[in-house]
């Protein structure tokens, strides 16, 4: 390969990295701003267990408290982001497996993200298609899916609802989980040992159901804190799984940063090397051109010795004569 390719290919391979490494940042610096936020979660958990201490509505019948039909719903968040290496696979692979030996009537998916509706459009599944959480829309998008999921329980169309999503152990390993969203009866049981029940430990009831006066059914406010509920865990997990993103994604960038580091290295070296045989060559052919100026100049001198030479003994004969 000519040096001038060589050079081109080289100042390609260096901006490549120069991009890898700054989307790794990037990548990098969202995540730890993202994990900051979290801690905020915890703040309204404190508040919102606060009301679990006036009354205890466990005993209160209804689907979302009690599973009352045999459907499995399942939440299937993928992400549309590149650079994922196999997280969306595996998020598939698990949400597929959960379906066991049940009948594809029994089970109802819903996917969020393009990348997991083409996988199950693929598999020829049906399923309830959402876009993919995005950091700027994460509240909205777990409200959209609240008010669907609950209405399908409500309706007897779903009866146990989970979700299977990457969830971040660390900046450098995910794993791919799967929750209960609903029913959610551990929310409102005082004696669970989850949950909303283990923030309230200590502190007790402050009334039983039926001692409090209140002007709402009590049907009508477990559907309205278990909707809360529903979309805060639902906002929690968007916010794991692009936490999840950000990590599998700097990770591999990096692993590609690593491939492409040692490429332009042996690149320079090849580089480095065509540039010191073209310099090599030109000091050798400058010395050559030397070589043969100097034998053209001898060669010329010693023509002109011998004319003078000739010339000299011509004279002398002439005299002699």
């Known amino acids: 390969m000519l040096l001038s390719e060589l050079k081109k290919e080289l100042d390609f391979s260096t901006d490549l990295l120069s991009l890898i490494d700054t989307l790794k940042n990037v990548a990098g610096a969202k995540y730890h701003m993202l994990e900051k936020q979290k801690e905020?979660?915890?703040?309204?958990?404190?508040?919102?267990?606060?009301?679990?201490?006036?009354?205890?509505?466990v005993e209160v019948s209804s689907p979302l408290v009690d599973?009352?039909?045999?459907?499995?719903g399942v939440i299937v968040v993928t992400s549309d982001s590149g650079f994922m290496g196999g997280l969306n696979n595996g998020v598939?692979?698990?949400?597929?497996?959960?379906?066991?030996?049940?009948?594809?009537?029994?089970?109802?998916?819903?996917?969020?993200?393009?990348?997991?509706?083409?996988?199950?459009?693929?598999?020829?599944?049906?399923?309830?298609?959402?876009p993919g959480a995005t950091e700027e829309t994460i509240y909205e998008q777990a409200v959209e899916?609240?008010?669907?999921?609950?209405n399908e329980v409500l309706e007897g169309r779903m009866g146990k609802v989970v979700m299977v999503y990457p969830r971040p152990i660390s900046f450098t390993a995910q794993e791919v989980a799967t929750v209960d969203i609903l029913p959610c009866s551990e929310l409102f049981d005082k004696d669970s040992d989850t949950g909303i029940?283990?923030?309230?430990?200590?502190?007790?009831?402050?009334?039983e159901s039926s001692k409090v006066i209140v002007e709402s059914s009590y049907s009508d406010m477990l559907s309205y804190l278990v909707?809360?509920?529903v979309t805060s865990i639902l906002a929690l997990l968007f916010e794991d799984s692009k936490l999840s993103e950000y990590s599998a994604r700097a990770m591999h960038l990096e692993g590609s940063f690593q491939k492409i580091e040692e490429s332009h290295g042996k690149l320079k070296h090849k580089v480095s090397k065509a540039t010191h045989e073209l310099i090599d060559k030109g000091m050798r052919?400058?010395?050559?051109?030397?070589?043969?100026?100097?034998k053209k100049k001898k060669k010329k001198k010693k023509l002109k010795d011998q004319e003078s030479r000739l010339a000299a003994e011509e004279r002398e004969n002439k005299a002699a004569a």
């Open 40 to 57: 905020r979660f915890d703040e309204f958990m404190d508040a919102f267990s606060d009301f679990f201490r006036i009354v205890n509505l």
């Open 67 to 72: 599973i009352e039909s045999d459907v499995l």
């Open 92 to 130: 598939i692979r698990a949400a597929l497996a959960l379906q066991g030996d049940r009948p594809p009537e029994q089970m109802s998916f819903v996917v969020l993200g393009d990348k997991g509706a083409g996988s199950f459009s693929d598999a020829g599944r049906d399923f309830k298609f959402f």
């Open 145 to 150: 899916i609240k008010d669907y999921i609950v």
């Open 197 to 207: 029940a283990a923030r309230i430990e200590g502190k007790g009831l402050i009334a």
């Open 227 to 229: 909707g809360v509920w």
């Open 285 to 294: 052919e400058c010395h050559a051109a030397k070589q043969i100026k100097e």
